[in-house]
């Protein structure tokens, strides 16, 4: 899909899948209001009741903002927003029902196609890629536990939406750059594969509908007996050949 009607246009590309689960926890959307449009990312607590409840509230709640912002609210208060109705969306369903332990993390992006603002909870992520150089935006609420092989190490959640007091996170909006890579994805990819592999897909693919291919052929090639939900969101800032880059000179920054 490609958002036109920006200042520069933005193609999107959007996956979610069950993995190995008996019901698929992640959920995604999106809105476009005039020039401004929205992405949120979120996943259902493991273990947690309904999960799949708790990630579809967030995700409806964070993005209904962006039709009643108005024209002069800033790109971060509207993330900011989106990340307080999901948080009061999940905490009020919780509350409405005594004993349902439920909750979700939570990773948007709004955008007007001149400048970008984020907001966060948990640990899903979102990283950007810039000029061959990878950076990490978000930080995971959570402790690690013990890694997988050859990818991050997963990590315990301590807050996230439905919970009281949940941290929730948001960037200073900044402008973008032709050729801007972002990848909002559940744990379900960023534990199961390495970064490097996650990026030099991101080289080798000739469009970004071919990089999420790549990404979902390398998690179903792991045959984990267990492996998570798994989705992301991809999103690049005019054409794709200015993203990129030979393998060699993508770095990562973590944190």
């Not at 984020?118 to 979102?126: C, I, V, Y």
Request: glycine fraction near 12%.
């Amino acid at each position: 899909m490609v958002v036109r009607g920006l200042e520069k246009h933005i193609t999107v590309g959007v996956m979610s899948r069950i993995g190995r689960r008996g019901r698929n926890e992640d959920s995604v959307g999106c809105d476009r209001v005039g020039n401004r449009a929205i992405w949120a990312l979120a996943d259902g607590a493991g273990g947690h009741e309904e999960g799949d409840r708790a990630s579809r509230m967030a995700v409806e709640a964070a993005v209904g903002v962006l039709s009643a912002a108005a024209p002069s609210d800033g790109l971060r208060s509207i993330a900011e927003r989106g990340m307080q109705a999901a948080q009061a969306a999940v905490l009020g369903e919780r509350d409405s029902r005594p004993g349902l332990e439920i909750a979700s993390t939570l990773t948007l992006l709004v955008s007007d196609g001149r400048a970008v603002a984020w907001g966060h909870a948990g640990d899903s992520r979102l990283y950007l890629r810039r000029r061959g150089r990878v950076r990490r935006l978000t930080q995971d609420h959570g402790l690690p536990i013990r890694p997988a092989m050859g990818s991050a190490s997963p990590v315990q959640l301590v807050s996230a939406l439905g919970v009281r007091d949940a941290a929730l996170d948001s960037g200073k909006a900044f402008r973008l750059a032709g050729g801007d890579v972002f990848l909002i994805c559940s744990d379900g990819v960023w534990t199961t594969l390495p970064h490097a592999a996650i990026w030099r897909a991101c080289d080798a693919a000739p469009d970004l509908g071919a990089w999420l291919n790549a990404i979902k052929a390398m998690i179903e090639a792991s045959a984990d007996p267990d492996q998570d939900n798994y989705s992301a969101v991809a999103l690049c800032v005019g054409a794709w050949g200015r993203a990129a880059r030979p393998s060699w000179l993508a770095r990562l920054w973590e944190g």
